[in-house]
């Protein structure tokens, strides 16, 4: 009998497990073991103290801290007293948005860490409901209604020793069904929804991911993802846990930059046996290995670019891979890997088997590269939702340009507009059900019946099946260009495709609602463009050099028009007939991107109205216009 709930998860393994490292964080130079036994020591005594405080059955509680240690101390600790975790990214900068989650949830008290209290003090007065918050760090003075976590856990052994069966009553009382955890929406259209999901969803799509893909206990990863992201939740941390395997959390910086740049050195430290990755980082990753290629000289380069194509025709599919009369250049393959590929794998720990890749599309191409590389990047497919794994690739079973088979235990449907099913091939809206399921959407009666139907969930993303199983996502069915005719298509693989074929586009939105043609937002790339540029010693404040940057970018465009080196990909009537270059890419910063990195069209467009708008003219659709050329012009104004 498989255990139900997350508490009695951890319990059994820390039993089971319980000389096994369960972390690894840095405390100085060095990564420091904590063990599983020491982990529920931890756990338990933060638990009983949280108790003592008042936090009981059915409480909210939020936790707003980077991935360390102490956060799965905080969560399991919150969830053990029986109470509801309400997970908040560090990446919520808009106090409102904090506010509306911390309110809405009903949160009676709050985890921080010390770079997070600031947000919390900020906001707090408004609160009613918020009575207390546990400081992880110590630090500066406290307020009356703050209390370092190092008290909590005093106060926590207190209680277990003077009624040490209270936190295992607390236990005995949470049930499969209970809300384990209340996630939020990104809220890109609107405000966001909180997406319940218990204990058994849990638990379930612990047993879904392992039925994808293997978690031996000797497997050890650094979880590069936010903690509180639902892939990184999910997989990273307690299906690790279910297999006794070991995490390690990344070296924090003093800014969220500075942590990003220890990624790579904190990588080689730990030498993982697999990385969770989305589209962003797989694309920094690539792009940090094209840039340690070039800087070896031209004839290191173009010895890579030969090893990578004939690599990339040797794996084919992945299921295919050296099958048939590629078999014969498998000797060439090897040597090219023990001169190439293996000194890149070294830069990875040397243990690095694969990635998994989760959150946006994750194209083929990118795909290939690391396949390539002999670090096959295993590409998924779920939201949260579903808590959140659906389907995925794997070692066992893998097919390049898929999300992969459904996970055993899942059952999913490919409905057109009507709710009928539609045969292998055919492409409509992903349905699925399962006890990874969400139970709803908190204090939101008319989303989850949108989202849940007859035990359903419609997850509002387009894909089809083939005829062996692999599942296919083409984009979100919101995100649909509508042409005049009102034919309708998905513009998320388009716009991969362009990002990741050209070096000079950085980021592009393409845009049709019901309009004679589609039109297109592009970021360029700006050192590349302006490097190109003084290769050919142009500048973008000339005239003539604005002409050519975007005469490139145009060029780039129709390289996947008829007649172009990516020609037959895409139909042609989806590609821009005119495009709007813009100075300020989409970040998260700007919320243009949302904490997935995904686009949020409905803001863009917004924004941007008026040069939407104006590519539908005959003075804007040609890029050399005016407003085009005044971007580039400033390119050499810096970032």
Known sequence: MPERTLPALFEDSAKRFAGNV???EKAGSRYQPTTYAEMRDLVRGFAAGLMSLGLAKGDRAALLSEGRRDWVVAELGILSAGAVNVPISVKVEELGDLKFRLAHSGCRLAVVSRSQLGKIRQVRRDLPELITTVVLDEGDALAADEIPAAEVVRRGRALLAERSSALDRALAGIAEGDPANICY???????????????????ANI????????????????????????????????????????MASVELGRTPMETLRNIPENIREVRPHFLLSVPALAKNFRKG???????????????FKRAMALAVEYNGAGWDRGRGLRKLKGPLLAL????????????????????????ALLDIELQRFFYALGLPMFQGYGLTEAAPVISSNGPRAHKLGSSGRVAPGIELRICDDRGQDLEAGRTGEIVVRGENVMA?????????????????????????????????VLGRVKSLLIAGDGEKYSPELIEEAVTDASPYIEQIMLYNDQSPYTVALVVPAREALLRWLRDRGLTA?????????????????????????????????????????LGEGFTEQNRFLNSTMKMVRGRITAHYRARLDGLFTAEDRDIVNARNRTIVSRLEDGP
């Open 541 to 581: 404040a000339s005239a003539e050099g604005q002409e050519a940057a975007l005469r490139l970018i145009e060029a780039e465009i129709a390289a996947f028009r008829e007649g172009g080196k990516h020609a037959g990909l895409f139909p042609a009537r989806w590609l821009p007939s005119a495009v709007a270059v």
């Open 207 to 246: 047993e879904h991911s392992r039925g994808l893909v293997d978690c031996p206990e000797h497997y050890v990863s650094l979880l590069i993802l936010p903690w509180d992201h639902s892939f990184c939740h999910t997989c990273g941390i307690y299906t690790m846990i279910k297999s006794g395997a070991a």
């Open 185 to 203: 929406t990104s809220g890109t259209t609107a405000d966001p929804k909180g997406i319940v999901l218990t204990h058994r969803n849990y638990t």
């Open 22 to 24: 369960l972390i690894w």
């Open 440 to 472: 709803g959407y908190w204090k939101n009666e008319k989303a989850t019946r949108e989202a849940l139907r007859d035990g359903w969930l419609h997850t509002g993303d387009l894909g089809y099946l083939d005829g062996d199983g692999f599942l296919y």
């Open 336 to 359: 090219y890997d023990r001169l190439l590929f293996r000194k890149i794998r070294e830069s990875f720990g040397g243990r690095l088997e694969f990635f998994i890749g989760g959150g």
């Open 289 to 303: 290995i094209e840039r340690g290629v070039r800087e070896k000289g031209p004839k290191v380069e173009a010895l």
